[in-house]
């Protein structure tokens, strides 16, 4: 839900060469044109595949960390060709024994949002996942980022949220369509950690 989290890594020298970076917000996010109607994960993995098209990038590395992991599945499932390889971080569990407990903490954040409004909202969320100081710790890595997050709370919770918890997508979607990838069990190796990296819920949310 940070627009521009990725910013310090692909800030990195060591990523642009020989690699062109890119760098993008998704609808609603820090200046992108606002969403029209509900939420899509499809859409927004559509959108990602029209990204690359108008900048001419027939295969790319491809990364997604919490809810933008679901859209490079999405990608990765529905235009296979547009993706070289695919780093999932902090994956949505919604594939895992776990998924029950998961979808029902999002949607309980989702009644919060509409109760409450988006301030509260956020703060219930983000004290959850990253901690009571988190807008400390943002501005330690990414300076505006607490601010940034307030602006974009609102597409968050009221697009992004109910795009998780309705969202369908089958391990074999991407198993069947991604080469070499018939034998290999993607998803069972999935499962929360804490930061002791033990089972655990440090990370919940999308």
């Given amino acids: 839900m940070i627009a521009d989290e ?15 970076v890119i760098l993008y917000h998704r609808r609603g996010y820090a200046g992108s ?11 927004d993995a559509l959108d990602c595949q029209r990204l690359l098209t108008a ?6 590395h491809v990364v ?3 809810y933008s992991a679901a859209v490079v599945l999405q990608l990765a499932a529905t235009a296979p060709s547009c993706v ?24 309980r954040f989702i009644d919060d949002y509409r109760l409450r409004g988006s301030a509260t909202a956020l703060d219930m969320f983000l004290a959850r996942v990253i901690g009571p100081d988190w807008r400390t710790d943002i501005e330690h890595h990414l300076p505006g980022g607490a601010a940034q ?3 974009d709370a609102d597409t968050f919770f009221a697009t992004d949220m109910p795009a998780l918890v309705t969202w369908h997508f089958l391990a074999e979607d991407l198993r069947h369509r991604m080469a070499g990838a018939a034998d290999d069990d993607l998803f069972a190796r999935f499962h929360p950690l804490d930061n002791a990296g033990q089972g655990g819920s440090s990370r919940r949310g999308c």
């Fill in 64 to 66: 997604g960390v919490s």
């Fill in 33 to 43: 044109s606002p969403v029209q109607g509900r939420g899509s994960i499809e859409r």
């Fill in 149 to 151: 997050v307030e602006r």
């Fill in 6 to 20: 990725f910013l310090p890594l692909a800030s990195q020298s060591e990523l642009h060469d020989p690699y062109q």
């Fill in 84 to 107: 070289r390889t695919l780093t999932l971080i902090e994956p949505p569990p919604v594939h895992v024994p776990s998924a029950d407990e998961f979808l029902a903490a999002n949607a």
């Fill in 55 to 60: 900048l001419d990038i027939e295969r790319a």
